[in-house]
């Protein structure tokens, strides 16, 4: 039993350091990339919503001109 599970333990390719590196390496950029997709949809979504008051108190603005003339 035990030499099975060790030949198949050993037929198993080992990973180089430098396979280990590219994959951490590859791991981080993932996480960067969804952290500023994050970050970036945010403001997006803050930006429109400023965007929308800006426009909705411009209405009232306007409306209320209207009313006084």
Do not use: F, H
């Amino acid at each position: 039993i035990y030499a099975l599970d060790y030949s198949k333990s050993v037929r198993r390719p080992r990973k180089t350091a430098q396979q280990l590196r590219q994959e951490a390496a590859q791991r981080s950029a993932e996480k960067l990339e969804t952290q500023t997709r994050a970050v970036l949809a945010a403001a997006s979504a803050k930006r429109r919503s400023v965007a929308a008051n800006d426009m909705a108190s411009s209405r009232r603005d306007s409306e209320g001109r209207q009313q006084n003339a």
